[in-house]
């Protein structure tokens, strides 16, 4: 008889993916979610054949599971989740996600990728290097590789590679997801200040850092971008340490001689001890060259060989909403980026202008992510959205948990961003944001929509496209 899995919360992206994996392996899956699960999940899990019940209950919960997943969202609404207290008097393990990954996906070889920005589109790219090479590893990346039928993966592999994020696992006192990991091989993008509703301070949040880095065995590695890694963090290494750069000739990789040849970029990395490897990319933007340059940098490192390094980055496709091309529409060029941290955002936009020098470009910004309620963001906005010609700020919703002084409202992120970009506007309505888009861009211009999602901002894209479309 086949083991049973129940996920509670299995309409998280990853959550989704886990639940898919384990079905892979012959276990038998279900779960629930919040009420209204919508797509893409929603057509994943029913794609898949893989059961669910929307809303919780504790009579949902099979009696005879061998084993209850719990994502950190089924939780943050409501504590006391009746299925999560249910499950907890089954006598079965109760884990985490990250808990899970540890127990079933992890392996000898894991490598973690770990840091403010960049770590699913370098995990999936290494997963690619790695299945270039033959090793079939294991893997969780945060989003959908478009070179991958599913995000996670669970193989009989020495390797994994898993995209490491910070948050706490479950609970709000709980250890980060990504001291779960057990790390040989770290590769750190960036420790630039970042979820303000968890670390308050820049150096709690380095400390979290730190402490990952602490986990590395002395036979393991640490590869880290020498431009937006702590030095402090680094020193915490007790194992070999290489470091990566887009452009820093100190660095003991970095990025050279890159040119757009049409629709691809051809560059080099350059390493220590004469290492040159040539590359080319379909991904757009200098960020993504970064991203690219650690995944050759710690591949390299670990052996793996040239070829396999040169044929995964050139057959990578990158990852679903990762500046992800929608289409030329009524003369448009549409993409849809996870953007969120400013940071970010000012790579992507940074990455479309110069693919697109002429171009007006417009960038329709929805500051869904949890960091982005918070003040302490707000220093966050100035320079971000200089390369956009014009943007429109989405409807801001407010969380109840946060203190009245510390909301952000539209107007705040709108007059932050105009401190250094004036053409900037709060248009909460979509119905108003999409008749603005539709009726005011035109043939070749650049229409970017930054979200981490929601069905909301799924729907605004649709009918945007919808409504383009009908005006061809």
């Not at 892979?24 to 009420?35: A, F, I, P, T």
Request: proline share 5%; charged share 25%; net charge neutral.
């Amino acid at each position: 008889m086949n083991k049973k899995a129940y996920f509670i919360g299995i309409a998280g992206k990853t959550m989704g993916a886990l639940a898919k994996a384990f079905k892979d392996l012959g276990w038998e899956v279900s779960g629930s979610d919040h009420k209204g699960v919508y797509p893409p999940i929603s057509t994943y899990l029913q794609d898949n054949k893989i059961p669910y019940i929307e809303g919780y209950e504790a009579k949902n919960v099979p009696k005879d599971a061998d084993l209850v997943v719990v994502g950190r969202s089924a939780l943050m609404v409501d504590h006391n989740n009746p299925e999560y207290l249910k499950a907890k008097t089954l006598g079965c393990p109760v884990l985490s996600y990250p808990e899970t990954l540890r127990d079933f996906l992890i392996k000898e070889n894991s490598i973690v990728v770990a840091g403010t920005y960049g770590k699913t589109t370098t995990s999936a790219l290494i997963s690619c290097i790695l299945t270039k090479s033959g090793v079939n590893p294991s893997f969780m990346t945060g989003g959908v590789p478009l070179d991958f039928a599913d995000g996670v993966k669970i193989t009989d592999s020495v390797y994994s590679v898993v995209e490491g994020d910070e948050p706490p696992s479950l609970h709000e006192t709980d250890l980060p997801k990504f001291m779960f990991y057990k790390p040989k091989y770290l590769l750190l993008t960036a420790t630039l200040h970042d979820h303000p509703e968890i670390y308050k301070t820049p150096e709690s949040y380095q400390q979290a850092f730190m402490e990952l880095v602490k986990l590395l065995p002395r036979k393991g590695l640490l590869v880290y971008n020498i431009d937006n890694v702590s030095k402090a963090i680094v020193e915490a290494a007790i194992c070999p340490v290489v470091n990566y750069s887009l452009s820093d000739p100190k660095a003991d990789y970095l990025v050279a001689n890159f040119r757009t040849n049409e629709d691809k970029v051809v560059f080099l990395v350059k390493g220590k001890n004469n290492f040159q490897v040539d590359l080319e990319t379909t991904l757009l933007g200098k960020h993504n060259l970064e991203n690219i340059c650690s995944a050759v940098a710690l591949c390299h490192e670990l052996g793996f060989s040239d070829q396999a390094i040169a044929q995964g980055v050139k057959l990578f496709h990158g990852v679903k909403t990762r500046l992800e091309f929608l289409g030329k529409i009524n003369g448009r060029y549409l993409y849809w980026d996870f953007a969120q941290h400013p940071e970010k955002v000012k790579s992507t936009l940074d990455a479309l202008r110069e693919h697109y020098p002429t171009s007006k470009i417009w960038a329709i910004f929805d500051p869904m992510a949890t960091a982005l309620k918070y003040k302490e963001s707000l220093s966050w906005y100035p320079g971000a959205f200089d390369a956009a010609s014009e943007v429109i700020v989405g409807k801001v919703n407010f969380l109840q948990n946060i203190a009245k002084e510390e909301k952000v409202t539209g107007a705040d992120i709108v007059r932050a961003i105009a401190k250094t970009q004036k053409q900037v506007v709060y248009e909460p309505t979509d119905e108003r944001l999409i008749n603005q888009i539709c009726s005011e861009t035109k043939e070749d211009d650049v229409i970017v929509f930054m979200s981490s999602g929601g069905l909301r901002f799924v729907n605004l894209i649709e009918e945007t496209i919808k409504r383009l479309r009908i005006n061809c």
